[in-house]
């Protein structure tokens, strides 16, 4: 694996996302103590179809941090719109004055 100091980082970052995208990982160093790694996006993991592989290989998207919490994010109350309208009727509206 790589190494590069924070500033060899910052001053040659393309220089080293080319050698990410070939494969190699690049170790991140602070006074000599590791405080990141760049490595290449798994683009073969478990669900993935064909375009999203494609997306994250160009670099458009990139993969979750961490996985959803399901039960969390359904416990949140849905948005409630203001002024009396409904969904439908403020998107027909919006696209209406944009022409």
Do not use: Q, W, Y
């Not at 179809?49 to 990139?62: C, F, H, K, P, Y």
């Not at 409630?80 to 004055?97: K, N, W």
């Amino acid at each position: 694996m790589k190494r590069a100091s924070v500033s060899e980082a910052k001053n040659g970052l393309s220089g080293l996302l080319s050698e990410v995208r070939r494969g190699e990982a690049v170790l991140i160093t602070h006074r000599g103590k590791p405080v990141a790694r760049i490595e290449p996006c798994r683009v073969d993991g478990p669900g993935m179809d064909r375009a999203t592989a494609e997306l994250l290989s160009r670099g458009v998207a990139v993969p979750p941090r961490a996985s959803l919490d399901v039960e969390r994010f359904l416990g949140v109350p849905a948005p409630r719109l203001t002024g009396g309208a409904s969904a439908s009727e403020i998107i027909v509206a919006e696209r209406a004055a944009s022409r």
